[in-house]
C-alpha cells in the first residue's frame, strides 16, 4: 500500500483544514487507516483512526473537533479539523495496519510522507 498526504497548510487559531489520504492497493477496505502527527521534539502522537466498517477512534483532544472518515471504493481517508488551536501544530501523517493495538504508531505497517499543519495564534 502506498499513501499520499495532501492538505495541510497555515490556518489561524479557531480554523479549519481537510487532509486527505489516497491509497493504492485493491486491499485497503482491510487496514485500519489512522492520522498520527508529530511535533517538533515530540513523539509522534495518534489523532484519529477508522476500521474498515468505520469505527472511529480519537484522541481525546481532539475529540469533537476532528473527524476522520473513509471511502473504501475512492481509497481515501480523511481527517477534517475545525476549531484548530496553535497545539495541534505538527506534521500529521496517514498511516495503514492491522486493526490492532492502533494507537501506537508501532502497529502500522505503511505511512504516507506526512503533510504540515501550522495553525496561528
Known amino acids: 500500500v502506498q499513501l499520499q498526504a495532501s492538505g495541510g497548510g497555515l490556518v489561524q487559531s479557531g480554523g479549519s483544514l481537510r487532509l486527505s489520504c489516497a491509497a493504492s492497493?485493491?486491499?485497503?477496505?482491510?487496514?485500519?487507516m489512522s492520522w498520527f502527527r508529530q511535533a517538533p521534539g515530540k513523539e509522534r502522537e495518534f489523532v484519529a483512526g477508522v476500521s474498515g466498517g468505520g469505527f472511529a477512534s480519537y484522541l481525546d483532544s481532539v475529540r469533537g473537533r476532528f473527524t476522520v472518515s473513509r471511502d473504501n471504493v475512492k481509497n481515501t481517508v480523511e481527517l477534517q479539523m475545525n476549531s484548530l488551536k496553535p497545539e495541534d501544530t505538527a506534521v500529521y501523517y496517514c498511516?495503514?495496519?492491522?486493526?490492532?493495538?492502533?494507537?501506537?504508531?508501532?502497529?502500522?505497517?505503511?505511512w504516507g510522507q506526512g503533510t504540515l499543519v501550522t495553525v496561528s495564534s
Open positions: 498511516a495503514a495496519g492491522a486493526a490492532y493495538a492502533v494507537f501506537r504508531a508501532s502497529s502500522y505497517d505503511y
Open positions: 492497493g485493491r486491499t485497503f477496505g482491510g487496514y485500519y
